[in-house]
T-cell receptor, first 113, second 114 residues
Framework: KQEVTQIPAALSVPEGENLVLNCSFTDSAIYNLQWFRQDPGKGLTSLLLIQSSQREQTSGRLNASLDKSSGRSTLYIAASQPGDSATYLCAADSGGGADGLTFGKGTHLIIQP | DAGITQSPRHKVTETGTPVTLRCHQTENHRYMYWYRQDPGHGLRLIHYSYGVKDTDKGEVSDGYSVSRSKTEDFLLTLESATSSQTSVYFC?????????????FGEGSRLTVL
């Protein structure tokens, strides 16, 4: 059974810093790894999808990497802003999209102005 | 925006009453999912559907049933609500990408069972 872990559970940094969020998974046979953002009281917003054949994906100030062999993915946020404050979740797709994703419990990020 | 609407967005009910949550999509995506989100547990899959009348159980399906009579609608029913089913429920759809699917979520339905 796939298990996904996110460390740290919470992180507070000053505005402007570059930061890395970590995600690890136990079963390396994944189809993709997806990163989401969740604001309080809201649904999940898809940030980046890394397919199993890819090593990284970039969108603006966000860069996500995937190392299947080590069971790790990282989300790099450059030049952090207060508006980046949210909970970030990663999820592994072990079933090709058919039976859903396995989620980590998230990293609660606070960017201090 | 993947065109997902959940209703109701908030509901308070009493133990033992039936509850139905609705998920509606404006596009014809095949795969739809129901998750629940709870502090300390994160997001857990309840049921999913891979087509009209085709559904299967997820990790936490006990006490829940689903139906999908049209491509655009996926219903989650709590036959007899219990306090342990107090949660935020999210519907999701999978949008097909090159070799896999990307999940998009609705805004959630907050259910309180008294």
């Amino acid at each position: 059974k796939q298990e996904v872990t996110q460390i740290p559970a919470a992180l507070s940094v000053p505005e402007g810093e570059n930061l890395v969020l970590n995600c690890s998974f136990t079963d390396s046979a994944i189809y993709n790894l997806q990163w989401f953002r969740q604001d309080p009281g809201k649904g999940l917003t898809s940030l980046l999808l890394i397919q199993s054949s890819q090593r990284e994906q970039t969108s603006g100030r966000l860069n996500a990497s995937l190392d299947k062999s080590s069971g790790r993915s990282t989300l790099y946020i450059a030049a952090s802003q207060p508006g980046d404050s949210a909970t970030y979740l990663c999820a592994a797709d072990s079933g090709g999209g058919a039976d859903g994703l396995t989620f980590g419990k998230g990293t609660h990020l606070i960017i201090q102005p | 925006d993947a065109g997902i609407t959940q209703s109701p967005r908030h509901k308070v009910t009493e133990t033992g009453t039936p509850v139905t949550l609705r998920c509606h999509q404006t596009e014809n995506h095949r795969y739809m999912y129901w998750y629940r989100q709870d502090p300390g547990h994160g997001l857990r899959l309840i049921h999913y559907s891979y087509g009209v009348k085709d559904t299967d159980k997820g990790e936490v399906s006990d006490g829940y049933s689903v139906s999908r009579s049209k491509t655009e609608d996926f219903l989650l029913t709590l036959e007899s609500a219990t306090s342990s089913q107090t949660s935020v429920y999210f519907c999701a759809i999978s949008v097909k990408r090159e070799y896999t699917g990307e999940l998009f979520f609705g805004e959630g339905s907050r259910l309180t069972v008294l």
